[in-house]
Structures are given as C-alpha cells and as structure tokens.
C-alpha cells in the first residue's frame, strides 16, 4: 500500500513546504524501518528496499532531540527528570542499523541467497562495526557509561545491533555443505557468546532503572535470540558455568513476558524445546531462579552478577566499543567446546527453518 500510493518517493525540495518534506521523510523511514523489524520479527522477506528510498538521514527538527524524557510508558523504577530523548539521534542510528538488517534478511537468510556467504559476512560485519563505532557516544551507555544517558530505546538499539551479530555469525558456525572451518567456528562461537552477554548486561541494566514487565518487545525478541546461543554453551559447558545462569535468567523473562507479549510465548516454547533437545536439565530445583518480577522491578541478586571475564561491554571507550569479541578470558573458556556438536545443534535450526517461523 505504501509503495502503491507513491510514499515511498518524495516530492522535490521546492514543491512543497520544508515542514511537510520533513513529516514525509520521517513516514517513509518510519515505514522503512518497522517493515524491517516486522520482518525481523515474522521471518518474512522485506517489502521496502532501500535501495529505493530517495530521501537521506538528515533529520532537521532539533527540538526533537532536547525534548525531555517521559519514562511513565516505561514504568521507570527511579526518577528520571531531566533527562534528554534524544529522539532524532535514536531514529537516525536506528534507521542506519535496520539498512544493515535489510542485508541480513536478503543475503543470509533469503532462499535466494548468494553462495559466497563468507564474504558477504564480512562485509555486513564491517558495516556493524563501523555503525558501532560511529554511534554517539550519549547513545553508547556500554562503552560510555559516564557520558551516556540509557534509554529505554538506547537499551533496545544496542539489543538489535547484538541481535544482528549473532544472527551474522551463525550460519559461519555450521561451516558450508557440512564442512567445519575450525577458526572461523570459534571465532564464531566468541562472537555470538559474547553479543548473548551484551544482551544479558543490557536486559540488567534495563531492570534497574525500568520495568521489564513493560519493556518493548525488541528487549523479549532479543531474550529469546541469546538464550538460543546460551542453550548451545551450556550444552557443552554443563549447568556449573556462567552462561547456564544466564540461560535461566533469558528463560525466565520470557515466562514473565508470555503475560505482555503473545509471541513470548512461542518463543519459550520454542526454548523449552531446544533445551529439552539439547539435554539440559534446568528444573527450577537446580538453580535459584525466581520469577524476573518477584523482587519488585530488580532480579534476584544471583541473576544480576554477570561474569566479568564474558563481559565485553564495561571498559569505556574501547576502541571497537564492544565488537570485538575474541578477548583471550573468553577464548580460553569457549577453547575445548565440540564445534562439531554446535554445528550439528545449528542444523536442526536449519533443517526445520526455525529461523523463518514466525514468533508473532
């Protein structure tokens, strides 16, 4: 319909007044980038390409950006006043990064995919990398948390990007027609444990200072995502490890939101399968676990201990801010994992297309 009547073309600067271009170019990119989290979402291929977009990003309304922050949608757990939106530069990077999902979607994980995949990896790695790196540092709370504000929406931008990391590296893990490149496997491995963490640091970060029981539901997708690689190293790693805490954390957000979301329940089932699958015992008699909510907005304390060797996201203004994940600790706990038992874990995914089976 939005391609149908015309939207997706914008007039030319002087036929119409710059307040309407403006509200225009904010529809179309609006509509770009839903259509891509939709699809992101459904496992659909994306209708609006932007390719045939002829309208940029530069947004003219500064208003936008200094507008206060009003965390009531949020149910904030600790006042929050004066504290700028920063609208225009969340829509801006957010438009910028679902340019990057758009190649996900139709290079990786279309039907018509191109043969290449390494190469085409490596090109979208570079372009998450360089977003990362150019992402306003007020904007970047994990790699500058004295000089960012964290936003509900910050919190979800940051969750995407770790999103698209583990959905970039994924496929490397299974290696092409059945055959296992053992570097770039653990590379792999490294890359998506440690984008699963950033999302475990960011759903605790979020708790202390909003209510998960009302978060967007980017945050539940992005639960979902990391525990399907935290599923895969405790499966090897046993229940003793750190990320099997974080399993048990990811589980029980979903459980907490199949109340909010419908899809969060499809997506737990999902999980409960594939822990089931993987032969993981993760009864409530094993771990202290407690419900996300059973401790007001907060988790119970042994769910908000990260593991500082798998934390990637705490030393301010590294120089890749949080995207290079192949640090030596973590090298050195993923080093004895079978690759060829992940692999084999993976390719159920891809047998039975779970990646294309709609969660919503």
């Known amino acids: 319909m939005f391609i149908d009547l015309g939207l ?4 030319a600067v002087d036929s119409i007044s710059a307040e309407e271009l403006e509200i225009r170019k904010r529809v179309l990119w609006g509509a770009y980038l839903i259509d891509k989290i939709q699809c992101l979402f459904q496992g659909r291929p994306p209708l ?3 390719v045939n977009l002829r309208a940029s990003l ?3 309304d500064d208003y936008d ?5 009003h965390g009531i949608t949020y149910m904030t757990t600790k ?5 700028p939106s920063l609208n225009v530069s969340l829509l801006t ?5 679902t340019t990057i999902v758009e190649r996900v979607l139709r290079e990786i994980y279309s039907e018509s995919r191109e043969s290449n995949l390494a190469n085409i990896s490596e090109e979208i790695k570079s372009q998450l990398r360089s977003w990362r790196q150019n992402l306003p540092v007020q904007l970047d709370y994990l ?9 509900p929406q910050s919190a979800c931008l940051l969750a995407l990007f770790n999103v698209l990391i583990i959905l970039v590296h994924r496929p490397l893990i299974i290696g092409h027609d059945g055959v296992i490149n053992s570097t770039t496997a653990h590379e792999s491995v490294n890359a998506c444990t440690a984008a699963a963490n950033q999302i475990v640091q960011i759903l605790h970060d979020y708790s202390q200072h909003f209510s998960l029981n009302s978060a967007p539901y980017m945050l539940s997708y992005a639960t979902y995502i990391s525990a399907t690689i935290h599923a895969r190293i405790v499966a090897q790693k046993g229940s003793n490890s750190t990320v099997f805490q974080s399993l048990i954390l990811c589980r029980n957000i979903l459980a907490e939101h199949t109340g909010l979301y419908s899809a969060a329940e499809k997506a737990r089932e999902n999980l409960e399968k594939l822990i089931s699958h993987l032969g ?3 009864t409530d008699d094993n771990v202290h676990t407690g419900s996300p909510g059973s401790s007001g907005n907060n988790f119970p304390s042994e769910h908000m201990l990260v593991d500082e060797s798998m934390n990637v996201s705490r030393e301010p203004g590294v120089a890749d801010r949080g995207f290079e994940f192949g640090s030596s600790l973590m090298t050195l706990e993923l080093s004895d994992l079978d690759l060829e038992a992940i692999a084999q874990g993976f390719q159920v995914d891809v047998e039975s297309h779970s990646f294309w089976n709609s969660l919503v």
């Open 280 to 282: 993981i015992s993760a």
């Open 93 to 97: 990077n957010l438009c910028e990064l």
């Open 79 to 83: 006042p929050r006043g004066g504290i």
């Open 8 to 11: 997706h073309v914008l007039p």
């Open 58 to 60: 530069d947004f003219l």
């Open 143 to 151: 790699s500058f948390p004295d000089q960012a504000v964290l936003l």
């Open 65 to 69: 950006e200094l507008e206060p922050f």
């Open 48 to 50: 609006l390409n932007r």
